[in-house]
């Protein structure tokens, strides 16, 4: 290459790096869009391009067309979800996409965001490009490794957690399963003249389990034990497959992938939640035995092989991974009949796998029967339709006149039209959902005496099934009329899922520590004044400072934030699609869990809230390695 052309090209790499830092200032102004960049920003995107700079001169890197479609996919992604989240504060939460000022207010504002989004394409294509070649064609990996035994993995891991362990024992209690514990005692409010009844809101079977493990340890020793025995059990248990989960990786891509696996599983961001009597606590670890069990079962069904241990063990994980999320059973039903149908195509029996697959709907039917049997109330119809509500309101709010009378009537009937503006946050469906005429939330002394009053509902009725029914009729109706409406909504709702640039440099990544508060009385069960810390909130502020500055070195933080996951699925779906090989549609089928996991919180209340994404980012470790391991023995058979 030639010395001019060199230095050519040095200069086009420093201007993709200036549009790089060109950024979407809120509030809206036209000035310092570049000065707007902070520092760590700077840095990131100057050692980005210098890896980039680096392999460019070392590898060959031939771009194909689905690194450019990924690249432009997730420059869209990254420059709009910043551009519509631009403007939104206190005075403004989305009820006005104001973001699209950096479109239209002037010319040259325009040529800047299109600037922006061509850096972004560039690099993000290269960096796909240099990834896929590496997975594909640089990565050497050796038949087999030799792995630590899991229960060397799970001491080493329980050594680094037991400094959290120690510091907040007895324990943490989330909101939600302090309503989970009034809910198991039966609760009564006198000054509210109401009384905790068993909900699926938080699965109840949940609820069985930690309400008998606290009462358990409660009456052995005190209330701080009661609470202490369900972090164990957490503790125990996460810690298990956490540590089953390490080996796996490490005997399929070596050492290098199995300490980084344990780095992820040791850190704070879940020992943390280990300490935090929380359903999602042992969910995460239920998101990773299910990734296992599943590959293992999907590979068996590639070879024809039938184990009943196997089977056996889909289906009890399969089934406490049903029960700790509501929503979660859909990935499992969804995964299965893909197994069953990839089984077909393979020309495999499948007597076992339908077997499996009837006893597990039989045992969620079964226990959905139990808990009408038992009168427990079934989590309210609104917990599942804060994205709806988000944008059929967004179109009432903005756009009336497209709305016919009987259709407002409709969404009226729901969501009273008066209080859609006061309650209105693109960011959040909470307050909307407190609107619904049926909730299973109670998220306040308000909500409770409305439900005493007989003005909303804890159980939904089958008028308000009926109601709620043509809710959606119009919903979806308004969506054909206003798809990109819809979109732009959904886009700023789930903005930060989208983008794992966001809020980089924050303190609390996701940590859940709540500091022993004082909740109002509503949410406080009975044993509540006998729980407390054994050290003092000096000492936890100590520990909180240590575990704040691991979690924002730059690598960690951008692995633990919510964007990750969604960008990481993106990339490894295009190496799967750039691969030659019969195992294709095996690796594709891989990646189903993880699309749906994604999905699933991107129709959730809150728009990046850490909690609904850790269980995702705890499985990426396991899918990746499997990727990359079934890339390498196609290499292999190549050669």
Request: some cysteine.
């Amino acid at each position: 290459m030639s010395k001019a052309k060199s230095q050519f090209l040095n200069i086009v790499w420093l201007f993709i790096g200036t549009g790089m830092l060109v950024s979407y200032p809120t509030p809206l102004s036209s000035d310092n869009r570049l000065l707007s960049t902070n520092s760590y920003t700077v840095i990131m995107v100057a050692l980005w391009l210098a890896v980039i700079y680096y392999l460019s001169k070392e590898w060959i890197i031939k771009v194909t067309k689905l690194d450019v479609m990924g690249g432009v996919i997730l420059s869209f992604l990254y420059n709009f979800t910043f551009m519509i989240s631009a403007g939104l504060d206190d005075s403004n939460r989305g009820l006005t996409l104001v973001g699209t000022y950096y479109l239209n207010h002037s010319f040259l504002d325009c040529m800047f965001s299109i600037f922006a989004m061509l850096s972004w394409a560039f690099v993000l294509t290269y960096t796909i490009a240099a990834l896929r070649t590496y997975c594909i064609s640089k990565l050497q990996l050796k038949e087999t490794y030799s792995s630590p035994h899991p229960f060397k993995i799970f001491g080493c891991m329980m050594l680094i957690w037991s400094f959290t362990i120690i510091t907040y024992y007895p324990g943490q209690i989330s909101w939600d399963a302090l309503r989970q514990f009034c809910e198991f005692e039966g609760r009564h409010l006198a000054y509210l003249n109401f009384t905790y009844t068993p909900t699926n809101h938080q699965p109840w079977f949940v609820t069985l389990i930690f309400g008998s493990l606290f009462k358990i340890g409660q009456k052995l020793v005190n209330t701080n034990f009661g609470v202490f025995t369900v972090v164990l059990f957490q503790t125990i248990i996460t810690g298990i497959i956490y540590s089953i989960a390490t080996s796996v990786v490490w005997k399929k891509v070596g050492k290098l992938g199995g300490i980084l696996t344990f780095i992820l599983f040791a850190s704070p961001v879940f020992s943390t939640y280990a300490i935090t009597i929380d359903k999602s606590t042992i969910y995460y670890a239920l998101c990773v035995a299910y990734y296992l069990v599943f590959l293992k079962l999907l590979d068996s069904v590639k070879q024809g092989v039938n184990s009943s241990y196997e089977y056996l063990l889909y289906l009890i994980i399969s089934f406490f991974f049903s029960e700790f999320r509501n929503d979660s059973k859909y990935i499992v039903i969804i995964t299965t009949t893909v197994l069953i149908g990839y089984a077909l195509v393979q020309h495999q029996k499948v007597r076992y796998l339908i077997a499996t697959t009837v006893t597990l709907l039989i045992l969620l039917f079964g226990w959905n029967s139990y808990l009408n049997y038992k009168k427990v109330i079934p989590s309210a119809t609104s917990e599942a339709l804060t994205l709806p509500a988000r944008q059929i309101s967004y179109i009432y709010l903005n756009d009336k006149g497209s709305l016919s009378k009987q259709e407002i009537n409709t969404i009226n009937r729901v969501t009273p039209v008066k209080e859609l503006r006061a309650n209105y946050d693109v960011n959040s469906g909470d307050n909307l959902k407190n609107l619904f005429p049926m909730n299973t939330f109670l998220n306040g002394e308000t909500i409770i005496n409305d439900v005493v009053n007989h003005k909303i509902t804890l159980r939904t009725t089958q008028t308000q099934k009926k109601e709620v029914k043509n809710y959606l009729k119009v919903w979806i109706i308004q969506g054909l009329k206003h798809p990109v409406k819809y979109v732009e909504v959904y886009l700023a709702a789930n903005s930060k899922y989208f983008n794992p640039f966001f809020g980089l440099p924050g303190k609390d990544n996701s940590l859940f520590l709540n500091y022993f508060p004082n909740y109002e009385d509503f949410l406080s069960p009975t044993w509540y004044s006998k729980y407390h810390p054994i050290f003092s909130t000096k000492i936890h502020n100590h520990m909180q400072s240590l575990l704040d500055a691991f979690l924002t070195i730059p690598l960690i933080s951008i692995v633990i934030n919510v964007g990750f996951p969604f960008w990481s699925m993106l990339i490894l779906v295009i190496i799967i699609l750039s691969i030659t090989s019969k195992k294709k549609p095996l690796l594709l089928i891989s990646i189903i869990p993880l699309i749906l996991m994604i999905l699933l919180y991107t129709v959730t209340p809150i728009n990046g809230y850490s909690r609904y994404v850790i269980g995702t980012t705890a499985v990426l470790p396991v899918i990746t390695a499997y990727i990359l391991k079934n890339i390498h023995q196609r290499n292999k058979k190549n050669i």
